[in-house]
């Protein structure tokens, strides 16, 4: 690859939201943020940590081996994949040595099951995973009927952490 098709110091700021843990070569694109950036500019890179999702189950083994399996799970369309990304941004941008700056974490919740919340449609999402046979189609439909049972009596709970690394450009 040629890098991004911008100058160098094109740019004020640079965002990127969950892009890394699907590129191979995450050092070369921190140089490329980093070389269209003017000086002092500003880098904003966010990540969901997929590991970090928590449901509420009956069956601990049966949702943490869902959450792992979604989060090891590189999708056609990804030339690479780490779900742990989230977490690995601090390393990512300490080891590049062209950044200074931070973390910052948010946690976001959802005890309301319905279409358009995040955790619904992640759990809608772990289906996929029974279609292609990463995990049992018994056990997503025992999953989602223990969610859709803790929905009902008002007890479901989701939530997932964003990292998100704030820095300047050295």
């Not at 700021?13 to 843990?21: I, K, Q």
């Not at 008002?154 to 998100?164: D, G, K």
Request: proline letters at 4%.
């Amino acid at each position: 690859s040629s890098g991004l098709p911008f100058a160098g110091g094109a740019f004020d700021a640079v965002f990127s939201l969950n892009l890394l843990e699907c590129v191979p070569d995450k050092a070369a694109l921190l140089v490329e943020m980093h070389r269209v950036l003017r000086p002092g500019g500003v880098v904003v890179c966010a990540h969901w940590d997929w590991d970090t999702q928590t449901l509420d189950g009956v069956d601990k083994a049966l949702v943490r081996c869902i959450v792992q399996a979604f989060s090891d799970w590189q999708q056609e369309w990804m030339a690479a994949c780490d779900g742990w990304m989230g977490r690995r941004l601090w390393p990512a941008f300490q080891q590049s040595g062209l950044f200074e700056g931070h973390i910052e974490a948010y946690t976001l919740t959802n005890t309301t099951y319905a279409p358009g919340w995040c955790g619904c449609e992640q759990v809608q999402a772990f289906g996929a995973l029974a279609r292609r046979g990463l995990i049992a189609p018994k056990d997503y439909a025992r999953f989602q009927a223990d969610i859709t049972a803790q929905a009902s009596q008002n007890e479901y709970f989701y939530s997932i952490t964003l990292y998100v690394y704030v820095g300047q450009k050295i």
